[in-house]
């Protein structure tokens, strides 16, 4: 099982594979912060200026952690991030269900009549931040930016 | 430094490079906070002074009663098809923009209510802003929105507009 853990193509699998995803999830965000607000605020727990602050900042989170993690550099932090990012909106995914409302995500596009919430959207969330757990504590950092930086180092 | 310390710190810069990355690309796009006054104004301000006037069903129910009253929904176009308060119009705010058309062909002689899901939701309020600044004076806010005239079975439809 520790083999699983190490193995280099497992961690750069996982690495692209939420690399990726960050990255395409980013996408539409950036494109159209309103939009992204109001997803935000659909969910109502925050309001007003604090909605459209969070919608500013946390596509360009998504979008730097997924870039550090398809180039393989500051793995472990962006890990960390995309880690504590998924936790937030699992949990407001869940607040929201509990409390009866029915919208969009607004995880991968503002299109309020597509990706409705819903425990698979749980799910989805949890396999995730298992992927982002793996990687904050993968140490493994072969195909990397980090691989190479650090020869080039040793090397001079 | 351990290895978790070093990458809380490097989680730290890359959260202050998406705050300057944030902030500069939606200044230099004029979007998001630093949008025109009339874009940003999507969000809504709950709080602000200029408010419209907010009603509570009564009000709502007269206005409905004597048909002086044009119900505007706020909600997202599927919440409306589900159900919206009988001759409702559908208007969600974030297709404000899109529908200068149809915002122009709304009633002038009537008194326009916004509505959405009710005291938890922001978006009539917003939506009864920008019908103000849109130079539809008049504008009022039916603050119960949809939970509270479906709560009292008062007239409704289905469908879409």
Redesign the interface.
């Known amino acids: 099982m520790r083999g699983f853990f190490t193995n280099d193509y497992n961690v750069l699998t996982a690495r692209v594979f939420l690399g990726v995803l960050l990255v395409v999830v980013s996408a539409d965000k950036?494109a159209?912060?309103?939009?992204f607000?109001?997803s935000i605020?659909d969910y109502?727990i925050i309001?007003?200026?604090a909605?459209?602050?969070l919608?500013?900042?946390?596509?360009?989170?998504e979008?730097?952690?997924g870039l550090?993690l398809i180039a393989g550099v500051?793995v472990?932090?962006?890990a960390?991030?995309s880690g504590a990012l998924l936790i937030v909106f699992t949990m407001a995914v869940i607040s929201a269900l509990v409390r009866g409302l029915?919208i969009?995500c607004g995880c991968f596009t503002q299109d309020?009549?597509v990706s409705r919430i819903g425990w698979l959207k749980i799910g989805e969330n949890v396999v995730l931040i298992a992927v982002a757990a793996f990687l904050?504590s993968s140490?493994n950092i072969r195909f990397s930016l980090d691989q190479y930086i650090r020869g080039q180092q040793s090397g001079s | 430094m351990t290895?978790s310390h070093?990458?809380?710190?490097?989680?730290m810069?890359?959260?202050a490079?998406?705050?300057v990355?944030?902030?500069t690309?939606?200044a230099i796009r004029n979007?998001?906070?630093f949008?025109p006054a009339t874009?940003?104004s999507?969000?809504?301000?709950?709080?602000r002074p200029d408010t419209p006037t907010m009603i509570h069903l009564p009000e709502a129910r007269n206005l409905f009663e004597s048909g002086e009253g044009l119900f505007i929904d706020a909600r997202?176009?599927?919440?409306f098809d589900r159900g919206h308060i009988r001759g409702a119009v559908s208007l969600?705010?974030?297709e404000f923009d899109k529908r200068a058309g149809f915002v122009d062909s709304l009633p002038r002689n009537k008194t326009l209510i916004t509505y959405c899901d009710g005291v938890?939701?922001?978006?009539s309020i917003g939506l009864a802003s920008r019908l103000r600044d849109a130079g539809f004076p008049g504008v009022r806010i039916f603050f119960g929105g949809w939970n509270e005239w479906q709560a009292q079975n008062l007239p409704t439809a289905a469908g879409a507009p």
């Not at chain 2, 997202?76 to 919440?79: P, R, T």
Request: overall charge positive; hydrophobic content about 45%; proline content about 6%.
């Open positions: 950036i159209d912060p309103a939009a607000a109001q605020q109502r309001s007003g200026t909605t459209m602050v919608a500013t900042i946390l596509p360009w989170l979008l730097l952690c550090a500051l472990q932090a962006s960390l991030l029915d969009s309020p009549a904050y140490q | 290895r070093r990458a809380l710190r490097e989680a810069v890359i959260a490079c998406a705050v990355l944030g902030f690309s939606t979007k998001g906070v949008a874009a940003l999507s969000v809504p301000q709950g709080k997202h176009a599927f919440e969600p705010l974030n938890e939701c922001n978006s």
